[in-house]
């Protein structure tokens, strides 16, 4: 048990309080209003006397206003949208009027992506760059943990790539996707591919270490069991491996979401791929009056979403988890 | 059976587009026989992806896409900024976009070799003038003492020859005067060297040949590259002392407070060409209906922002300042699109042409323009060996496309959508401008004789000089 729980029991204790529920309640609710209220009284205060050459450092209200517009901004985008098709579809009609050989086509909206627009396309690519990382880290780590030698042949190269800046692998990526990925009618963009791939790279490491620490770690009694049934391998793996290590594989799954949300942000602004990270560096580049403010409500956005993903990946290990009863934080 | 000569002439056209054999003036002529609007065929690739910096120069591309101008050639465009210049010529070379803003020397450049070698071609002219160089404030304070003033203003143009002593102190205290420009072969570049020498301050020379790509042999100032949005807080980061760059981030060096702009490049050649609108010849060849009327809609946009006296200006800073085109803020922007410009802090003065897109026959691709890249490329080195005139205009031809513009822009005649005087006699026209005489140093350009040119500069390299 850690320290942020015993606190509040031993306040518990010394005051001998006759309504649990309101103190659980209070700490559970009261004291992150609590933080989250200092940090924004802190957060305006320091904000008020920082001058940057783009003016002050926005504080919340600045940022709240900015969301606002961001919203709206996506609300004319989403009329202009609509709009363009309406133009579409009557160009189209006039010109299958005039060359009935044509074949008339729906084209995509050509705007600008808002924000909202960004904020769906970074959460794709994570999504794709984890779960390839993870159907490639989980049997891999398996494959460690039951045998010893699997184990010893690839651990160099874990530790050799596991330290690497995803940023070095971004230039290498693109060139590689650039030559290999060809195709007329490609189903997704070259940016996208380099991206999922970056962050793909960089969520192997943590699930492939922790599955294998988790295989490696199973109980002796549990192992002794197996024998004893005379499991074949395959039924070894799914009756007596898979469950006892999920506890250990989730935590590395959590880990690379973790790393491989903060990877994409930065490889979007390198690579100037469409996402957040993109929207970053093209307000950071803008130096508008506005732009600050833009980027914080991004960078808040940002730990929320991180946030969301890690909660989400706690409630799939406690679904998939068979000891209901252990603490999951 | 007049349609049927025309097509059949429309064929012979697009033919020689396609081999690349006849020369550009004979297709030129070709067309002048009988092409109107309704032999331009439809476009054989409707969505396009082009590619720009966050510069107000890219004002035509944003202009053909809001004002509906590419939808009305069916032409389905995304507007995409790039991250710098590198980045964007690649990606035009690559085919990941079809089409780009450009510094004029990046078709030339990739042509001959400089750089990334590629064939890109050029069809458009985006404008004219539209940079300035700033200094740094602990600069300008020094550069003024040696500035002419009258009334307690300097007298302007600002020529390099008050910078000369700051220079020479950084030397003697041994450190290194730097300064910015975007890309080895912008027109930031050659201007920024062009001021510097003229002032007798030497901006070292490319020797290409043994490598040294840096551009900083015997140089007095030191030269490097950054991209342009970065351009205010990399001297506000004291990493250089000044730099040479489009707006808006001169004006936005002036609102931040961190640096003056001393000369804007209207001062260091009156109306010089500036960015252009690059394609790659592979491209060009297999799209030239697509290429035709992405030019058609980039001059009705360019119409439209010179129109009436610039009127249209005003609404076209409000576009730009849009987070995906340029996004500064409107004042910023609007301090050099609607005819002024602000040098030091309160010191805004009238330069009504300081960006022209379309006047002054603006947007047609003339083969002197390419030919004064071409010579500022040889006079730093960056072509290291002794070129023949002859070789000047060759290149020239190769890259600069007035045939394609001409079609567009009758096209457009045709179409009552554009008056035949608002462009340059297309039968006559010879793509050389008469000898221009408006350069800060008064030394007479004359795009026929590239070297004789040359040998008229105190520094750089001279026709038959080697490094």
Redesign the interface.
């Known amino acids: 048990m850690s320290k942020q729980q015993t606190v509040p029991m031993i306040f518990n204790q010394v005051k001998q309080m006759n309504w649990p529920t309101l103190n659980q309640f209070l700490s559970a609710t009261a004291l992150p209003i609590v933080g989250i209220v200092i940090f924004l009284g802190l957060w305006s205060l320091m904000a008020k006397n920082i001058d940057t050459?783009?003016g002050k450092f926005p504080g919340p209200s600045a940022v709240w206003q900015q969301s606002k517009v961001l919203v709206e901004e996506h609300n004319t985008q989403q009329d202009k949208a609509e709009k363009f098709y309406v133009?579409?579809e009557q160009?189209n009609v006039a010109?299958v009027a005039k060359?009935p050989s044509?074949e008339p086509k729906i084209?995509a909206f050509?705007?600008?992506p808002t924000f909202f627009e960004q904020i769906w396309t970074s959460l794709y690519t994570v999504m794709v760059g984890f779960l390839v990382a993870s159907l490639l880290a989980i049997p891999l780590g398996i494959l460690c943990g039951l045998s010893k030698n699997a184990y010893t042949a690839i651990n160099p190269l874990i530790q050799l790539f596991k330290p690497v800046s995803p940023l070095a692998w971004l230039p290498l990526v693109t060139m590689v996707v650039?030559a290999v990925y060809v195709s007329s009618d490609p189903m997704f963009s070259?940016s996208f591919i380099t991206s999922a791939v970056t962050v793909a790279l960089c969520c192997l490491w943590p699930t492939l270490i922790n599955t294998a620490v988790g295989v490696s770690s199973i109980d002796k009694d549990l192992l002794n069991v197996s024998k004893v049934l005379r499991l074949n391998a395959l039924s070894h793996v799914i009756k007596i491996v898979l469950p006892s290590s999920i506890p250990a594989i989730f935590t590395g799954l959590r880990l690379s979401l973790g790393i491989g949300w903060m990877v994409l942000i930065a490889a979007e602004m390198l690579a100037?791929n469409p996402g957040l990270g993109k929207f970053v560096?093209?307000?950071?580049?803008?130096?508008?009056?506005e732009?600050l403010a833009?980027i914080m409500v991004a960078v808040l956005t940002i730990g929320v979403i991180g946030f969301a993903l890690d909660r989400l990946m706690l409630v799939l290990q406690r679904k998939f988890s068979w000891d209901k009863s252990a603490v999951l934080r | 059976m007049t349609n049927l000569k025309c097509l059949s002439a429309l064929k012979v056209v697009v033919k020689s587009l396609r081999l690349g054999v006849m020369s550009a003036v004979v297709t030129g002529s070709l067309i002048t026989s009988g092409v109107s609007a309704e032999e331009l065929g439809y476009a054989e690739k409707e969505e396009l992806k082009f590619g720009f910096i966050k510069l107000t120069d890219m004002a035509p591309l944003a202009i053909a896409y809001e004002k509906g101008y590419f939808e009305d050639e069916g032409l389905y465009v995304t507007l995409e900024a790039q991250a710098n210049w590198k980045v964007l010529l690649d990606r035009v070379i690559d085919g990941q976009l079809d089409g780009a803003h450009m510094l004029a020397g990046q078709p030339l450049g990739a042509t001959i070799g400089y750089g990334t070698k590629a064939d890109i071609i050029t069809a458009f002219s985006m404008d004219l003038n539209g940079n300035a160089i700033t200094v740094s404030n602990d600069i300008w304070k020094e550069m003024k003492k040696h500035v002419p003033h009258e009334d307690g203003k300097p007298v302007h143009p600002i020529s390099a020859d008050s910078l000369k002593p700051v220079v020479a102190d950084f030397k003697s205290k041994g450190k290194p005067f730097k300064m910015g420009m975007v890309f080895p072969v912008s027109t930031h570049n050659y201007e920024l060297r062009y001021w510097l020498a003229a002032g007798g301050i030497h901006p070292g020379y490319y020797a290409p040949h043994k490598g040294d790509t840096s551009g900083q042999i015997n140089a007095d100032a030191l030269l490097s590259v950054t991209p342009p949005p970065q351009m205010p807080s990399t001297m506000e980061a004291g990493t250089i002392n000044g730099y040479c760059v489009g707006e808006p981030w001169n004006q936005q060096a002036v609102f931040k407070g961190i640096g003056v702009p001393v000369v804007t490049d209207y001062e260091i050649w009156k109306n010089n060409p500036e960015k252009v609108f690059g394609v790659s010849k592979t491209w060009a060849e297999k799209n030239p209906n697509t290429h035709i009327r992405v030019v058609k809609a980039m001059i009705r946009a360019a119409m439209w922002l010179d129109e009436n006296n610039n009127a249209n200006r005003p609404e076209a800073v409000k576009i730009l300042a849009k987070s995906q085109y340029v996004g500064a803020d409107y004042e910023v922007i609007a301090n050099s699109m609607t005819g002024t410009f602000e040098y030091e802090k309160g010191d805004k003065r009238d330069v009504p042409d300081f960006n022209v897109f379309f006047r002054y026959n603006a947007t047609y691709p003339f083969y002197s323009d390419a030919i004064w890249y071409l010579t500022q490329m040889r006079r730093w080195g960056q072509i290291s060996e002794p070129k023949a005139d002859s070789w000047y205009t060759e290149i020239a031809k190769q890259v600069y496309r007035p045939d394609i513009y001409a079609q567009a822009a009758k096209a457009l005649i045709a179409e009552g959508k554009a008056k035949a005087v608002d462009f340059p006699k297309f039968a006559t026209e010879t793509g050389y401008k008469p000898a221009q005489t408006h350069f800060i140093d008064n030394i007479v350009y004359d795009g026929s004789e590239p070297n004789a040119y040359l040998e008229k500069f105190a520094i750089g390299l001279k026709q038959d000089s080697k490094i």
């Open positions: 050459s783009l133009r579409q160009r010109r060359d044509y084209r050509t705007g600008a650039s070259k100037q560096w093209d307000e950071f580049q803008n130096g508008s009056s732009s833009r």
